[in-house]
């Protein structure tokens, strides 16, 4: 019998990546953050062991995999994609341990390893759901059954954990995996075929870069080149009454002519190089677009990248909050036309605005263009942080952009995508803000923190303190050993009216490239950079197709978009009236830890005993304290009205 | 064997009712009114035979007559509850024979009453659904099956055929029903019970009415008083496998612990006489509440009127929309919270609007008070209105305040409900227009006409000349064979601001009671009332806490509330704003019979490759002349936006 664990594959060989930059590597990183600092706290102390309880004790979600090992009686209950649960809550949980090692989460972690290990197959094969139920229809649905979705988010946990913590027992089973999939699909003899929600091509694109096997981008590229190529194959899996007995609602992807109708939930309404708008479900364009990013990094195709930049530009100018949350429509989870971002029904789930994130980062790397990590910072501390309360432990899926009091966050989800998304996405957060490059260091936004880094060929000591998103200063101090030549891109945000740099006590002039400050010079031992960033309350307006928007203004502070809430107004926040000329003033938050309000006069309407309805009189408006506190921690004191876009007095 | 047709009722016995005002009957009116002739011909043209179609051609619902009476194969198809809207239509192609009589409706009608009078069974039991599917299961489930609530628009329509064309074949399947239900159901030892969906309680009354058997009228406050009291029958139905068999949601109105939490939903979370918020269903609390009404009106009760009265004020002061649609919520098809009145996502059921209409007759009939007929008046001239389009057979369900231009009425629902029920609420117009009582004439609003009427003992011709709702003015010429005092009110509109009467020619002074013009006095024969009521565009603005109209002005002129449509805009019409200063004139509608819209100075931004957000500045506006058409009317054109309520410049 051949042996699970043997592999040929050799770790870190040199490959043909030649990515514009790379994050710093976690195991390198000391966090000393205030603001990311107290996140990646909760992260460890109660999110992770939070998501294990409700993976392992309230749900039978590890106990699928035990199942599927012949280890527990019964057979695959939930969502035929739960298994993904555990993958994505692995990857959180190796970030986690390599910023706040804790002996306990190491256990889980083992516990689940050793169950996804006991569970996977001789051939390589897992997912418990098949295994347990349907084992002889493996591959036979790809629309709707995430059987590759599940296997990217292996493949991603498993890298995570081999780079953050140096362990590859996760890893090699992703290897055994990949190598199953690579050997039944591809171009002929191979089976041609793609998965309904992409996550497999990012996957395997990590794949590739930390084995070192270029087999797996390969494969990565095979999927979204053949993605809306001719025939669907789901369209195929729709008239399959096999495949249609594994998911019902999979029938009603082709008409009574037999033609195809699904496509543009799934992305495969056209090939990639030859879409121009942002269509469908919102991860799974998320996911398809930063796999993307990923693959004309490597290789150059300007096809790629004009679709990139157009769907890009699809989204961003005309189909994202002001949070960068997107996609409103909870019919498709997804987008709808230009300009539809409705405030109280919008669905923006927290998956999509990560997805955002992670499409940003992707782009910034492949381009250093400081214009999709605007995009990327906007999602992340808004759109993203949103999902999960400050305390760590309770999270939203749809994040509306105004409430009258019926929401507010819960402890898991029956699809329990979004908890431990949002947790893997704290737990790799410096992956967001800083780069290296083969020239230098790239600061996409600060985060304290210590870390060492190759930089122009030597291994630089690198310390950053700020008061990140509290404070537009921040520091930065190199340590090479000698002085070393290296360049360094400060990121000027899109918010940022003007960004000064101070060397050493001295303004230093910089020259700027795609939205970066560039510093290229001689670092020598203990020289301390300081960037200014102007950071003032700013009152924006949307485009007036915005129609919820109309008449409005919002309101933002550095990278932050603010709301208000009943709780601190007294009244319903959406009748709040503002007046974009009246001065605003940062103060202590009245709740949470370090969190910074905005206070300053507004306006309510004088609304005692009024008719439902009376000839039109301008409204009597009373002068309020209005507080405003950051949109990603509205929901934390209970059910109340909530308001991000308010009528202008 | 008992014969099926033996009656033991004597049709038109005297009765305690003693109602405040009758409506006058239909076989004694003409209608020459251009406005609601012209729907009155689309209805007996159009809607009827299209309804008929869906009916019996289109859709089993006919079939499933056949098929109780053994007379077609299988069993019943559709919803459990579609035998009602077969009763619903021969309800309205009643009113319709009577107003505009075709042979082929009815012959439709005579086939459709064949069907009914084959299926009843010989205890006098009709319910197609129960009688081929469970029969051993009838009264099993009243919460969820909507057994009552077939019979009681089978009451009503047999009574409306009666009545309208003085034919008793259905009236007389319509009694064995009601004596079969009134055998099973009423005080020990019969039957505790009452319907999950109201209707029956309005039913039984109008049987009551117009067969003379108080004995219904008692059936009827038997529901109405049980309601609510101690437990509720459906909680017993929810743990009965029998009858959540039937309807397996029935189960979840009793939580784990066996408490009853479905109570608002069907209004029996409390005594009706302890209610004073409309809470739950909308269409269910308007037929109760209409029923209760009834039921005040023919026997004093302190308590039940101050339960209507808070309940109905709830509603009007806080829960409805300017069109007089309710329920803003398609969750429960029903109410929210005070205040909650969202445009774009408004359910408000065309039915609601409907039963808003009925209830504010009702209520007007038995207090006399125009306050209610208002409120009849803006449901029926705006939220009923616009639940079919100009042409007689599309139809809305749900009516949105708010278009992004993707509604469109359909030719039919599933649910279909509404389609026959507007067409009853078209073809008996007059009831909620005229009234008669002891003392006189009612013009609650007025309908070009000619009718006879008792009128202070005498029998007067009555002719009304009216331009209505396009015009205020309107006359009144009254032929009494000789002398004869009676008494004419005329209801001051809430929307009116001045109302003048001339009586030949010369100025008249007029008492003002309870919101009529009254004028008591000895009419000679060709005498002519002229009523001049000012009719002016008159902009509205909302509460402050309807969210929605914040900062928003709406339109009306008369009883009719005007929209925009992108049609005429040639732009999204919510991003039109408004000045209520700027001068507003009647021109003809751009389309339909008839019509009248409104036409101004408005603004559109100006909106030209604006980013999606950027700092705050006013909007830059330009001047635009806008069409306004009323409500009811929009979406007449194809799919296109739509606002009501307009942001204000």
Same mark, same amino acid.
């Given at each position: 019998?051949?042996?699970?664990?043997?592999?040929?594959?050799?770790?870190?060989?040199?490959?043909?990546?030649?990515?514009?930059?790379?994050?710093?590597?976690?195991?390198?990183?000391?966090?000393?953050?205030?603001?990311?600092?107290?996140?990646?706290?909760?992260?460890?102390?109660?999110?992770? $062991?939070?998501?294990?309880?409700?993976?392992?004790?309230?749900?039978?979600?590890?106990?699928?995999?035990?199942?599927?090992?012949?280890?527990?009686?019964?057979?695959?209950?939930?969502?035929?994609?739960?298994?993904?649960?555990?993958?994505?809550?692995?990857?959180?949980?190796?970030?986690?341990?390599?910023?706040?090692?804790?002996? /306990?989460?190491?256990?889980?972690?083992?516990?689940? *390893?050793?169950?996804?290990?006991?569970?996977?197959?001789?051939?390589?094969?897992?997912?418990?759901?098949?295994?347990?139920?349907?084992?002889?229809?493996?591959?036979?649905?790809?629309?709707?059954?995430?059987?590759?979705?599940?296997?990217?988010?292996?493949?991603?946990?498993?890298?995570?954990?081999? /780079?953050?913590? =140096?362990?590859?027992?996760?890893?090699?089973?992703?290897?055994?995996?990949?190598?199953?999939?690579?050997?039944?699909?591809?171009?002929?003899?191979?089976?041609?075929?793609?998965?309904?929600?992409?996550?497999?091509?990012?996957?395997?694109?990590?794949?590739?870069?930390? #084995?070192?096997?270029?087999?797996?981008?390969?494969?990565?590229?095979?999927?979204? +080149?053949?993605?809306?190529?001719?025939?669907?194959?789901?369209?195929?899996?729709?008239?399959?009454?096999?495949?249609?007995? %594994?998911?019902?609602?999979?029938?009603?992807?082709?008409?009574?002519?037999?033609?195809?109708?699904?496509?543009?939930?799934?992305?495969?309404?056209?090939?990639?190089?030859?879409?121009?708008?942002?269509?469908?479900?919102?991860?799974? =364009?998320?996911?398809?677009?930063?796999?993307?990013? /990923?693959?004309?990094?490597?290789?150059?195709?300007?096809?790629?990248?004009?679709?990139?930049?157009?769907?890009?530009?699809?989204?961003?100018?005309?189909?994202?909050?002001?949070?960068?949350?997107?996609?409103?429509?909870?019919?498709?989870?997804?987008?709808?036309?230009?300009?539809?971002?409705? @405030?109280?029904?919008? &669905?923006?789930?927290?998956?999509?605005?990560?997805?955002?994130?992670?499409?940003?980062?992707?782009?910034?790397?492949? #381009?250093?263009?400081?214009? &999709?990590?605007?995009?990327?910072?906007?999602?992340?501390?808004?759109?993203?942080?949103?999902?999960?309360?400050?305390? =760590? @432990?309770?999270?939203?899926?749809?994040?509306?952009?105004?409430?009258?009091? +019926?929401?507010?966050?819960?402890?898991?989800?029956?699809?329990?995508?979004?908890?431990?998304?949002?947790?893997? %996405?704290?737990?790799?957060?410096?992956?967001?803000?800083?780069?290296?490059?083969?020239?230098?260091?790239?600061?996409?936004?600060?985060?304290?923190?210590?870390?060492?880094?190759?930089?122009?060929?030597?291994?630089?000591?690198?310390?950053?303190?700020?008061?990140?998103?509290?404070?537009?200063? &921040?520091?930065?101090?190199?340590?090479?050993?000698?002085?070393?030549?290296?360049?360094?891109? *400060?990121?000027?945000?899109?918010?940022?009216?003007?960004?000064?740099?101070?060397?050493?006590?001295?303004?230093?002039?910089?020259?700027?490239?795609?939205?970066?400050?560039? %510093?290229?010079?001689?670092?020598?031992?203990?020289?301390?950079?300081?960037?200014?960033?102007?950071?003032?309350?700013?009152?924006?307006?949307?485009?007036?197709?915005?129609?919820?928007?109309?008449?409005?203004?919002?309101?933002?502070?550095?990278?932050?978009?603010?709301?208000?809430?009943?709780?601190?107004?007294?009244?319903?926040?959406?009748? %709040?009236?503002?007046? $974009?000329?009246?001065?605003?003033? $940062?103060?202590?938050?009245?709740?949470?830890?370090?969190?910074?309000?905005?206070?300053?006069?507004?306006?309510?309407?004088?609304?005692?005993?009024?008719?439902? &309805?009376?000839?039109?009189?301008?409204?009597?408006?009373?002068?309020?304290?209005?507080?405003?506190?950051?949109?990603?921690?509205?929901? +934390?004191?209970?059910?109340?009205?909530?308001?991000?876009?308010?009528?202008?007095?």
């Amino acid at each position: 019998m051949e042996d699970p664990w043997a592999s040929g594959v050799r770790i870190g060989d040199a490959m043909a990546f030649a990515p514009r930059m790379r994050p710093i590597p976690l195991r390198d990183v000391t966090i000393t953050d205030a603001f990311w600092g107290e996140r990646q706290r909760a992260l460890a102390e109660v999110t992770i $062991p939070h998501e294990w309880d409700q993976i392992s004790v309230q749900t039978p979600r590890l106990k699928n995999f035990r199942r599927a090992a012949g280890k527990a009686e019964g057979v695959h209950e939930g969502r035929y994609f739960d298994d993904s649960d555990i993958y994505k809550w692995l990857e959180a949980a190796a970030y986690s341990q390599a910023l706040n090692p804790r002996p /306990e989460v190491e256990a889980m972690m083992t516990e689940a *390893i050793g169950a996804v290990a006991a569970a996977q197959m001789p051939d390589g094969y897992l997912n418990t759901f098949f295994q347990t139920k349907h084992p002889d229809l493996r591959w036979r649905n790809l629309g709707a059954m995430h059987e590759m979705y599940c296997a990217g988010h292996l493949f991603e946990a498993a890298v995570a954990r081999y /780079e953050a913590q =140096g362990k590859r027992d996760l890893l090699d089973i992703a290897i055994r995996f990949a190598d199953h999939i690579d050997a039944v699909f591809g171009p002929a003899p191979k089976r041609r075929g793609y998965c309904g929600h992409e996550e497999i091509e990012l996957g395997l694109f990590r794949l590739a870069e930390a #084995t070192g096997e270029a087999r797996y981008a390969d494969l990565a590229r095979f999927f979204i +080149n053949e993605r809306g190529q001719g025939d669907s194959p789901f369209a195929a899996e729709a008239k399959d009454p096999e495949a249609v007995k %594994l998911a019902p609602w999979h029938a009603s992807l082709v008409d009574g002519t037999g033609a195809y109708i699904g496509g543009e939930y799934f992305q495969d309404h056209k090939p990639v190089r030859e879409q121009t708008e942002i269509v469908g479900h919102a991860v799974r =364009g998320m996911y398809l677009f930063s796999a993307v990013a /990923e693959m004309a990094k490597t290789s150059p195709d300007e096809a790629l990248e004009q679709a990139s930049h157009a769907v890009w530009n699809n989204l961003t100018e005309k189909r994202m909050y002001v949070t960068g949350g997107i996609g409103p429509s909870g019919h498709n989870e997804g987008f709808t036309f230009d300009y539809d971002l409705p @405030n109280r029904t919008s &669905y923006a789930e927290t998956c999509a605005a990560i997805g955002l994130a992670i499409w940003g980062r992707r782009l910034t790397e492949a #381009t250093g263009d400081a214009a &999709y990590a605007d995009v990327a910072e906007r999602a992340i501390f808004n759109g993203c942080l949103a999902g999960i309360n400050l305390a =760590g @432990n309770r999270f939203f899926y749809a994040n509306p952009h105004e409430s009258l009091g +019926n929401d507010e966050r819960v402890p898991w989800f029956d699809c329990a995508c979004c908890p431990p998304n949002i947790a893997r %996405l704290i737990g790799s957060i410096t992956d967001y803000a800083m780069s290296v490059s083969d020239d230098g260091l790239w600061v996409h936004f600060p985060v304290s923190s210590r870390f060492s880094a190759r930089l122009g060929g030597a291994t630089v000591g690198v310390e950053i303190e700020a008061d990140y998103p509290w404070s537009g200063t &921040y520091r930065l101090a190199f340590g090479p050993e000698t002085p070393t030549e290296f360049t360094v891109r *400060i990121r000027v945000p899109e918010w940022c009216e003007d960004l000064t740099l101070e060397f050493d006590g001295a303004s230093e002039d910089a020259e700027f490239e795609n939205g970066y400050a560039v %510093l290229r010079r001689v670092w020598t031992p203990g020289e301390i950079l300081k960037v200014e960033m102007t950071m003032e309350p700013r009152w924006l307006r949307a485009h007036p197709k915005v129609i919820d928007a109309v008449g409005k203004a919002a309101l933002t502070f550095g990278p932050l978009v603010y709301c208000a809430e009943g709780t601190d107004l007294g009244f319903a926040a959406p009748t %709040l009236f503002v007046d $974009p000329e009246e001065e605003i003033a $940062p103060v202590p938050a009245p709740f949470g830890t370090g969190l910074r309000a905005l206070r300053g006069r507004a306006y309510r309407p004088d609304d005692e005993e009024r008719p439902l &309805y009376d000839g039109y009189e301008d409204l009597a408006l009373q002068d309020v304290e209005a507080t405003f506190i950051p949109y990603f921690a509205w929901a +934390n004191r209970g059910k109340t009205t909530m308001a991000v876009w308010f009528p202008v007095a």
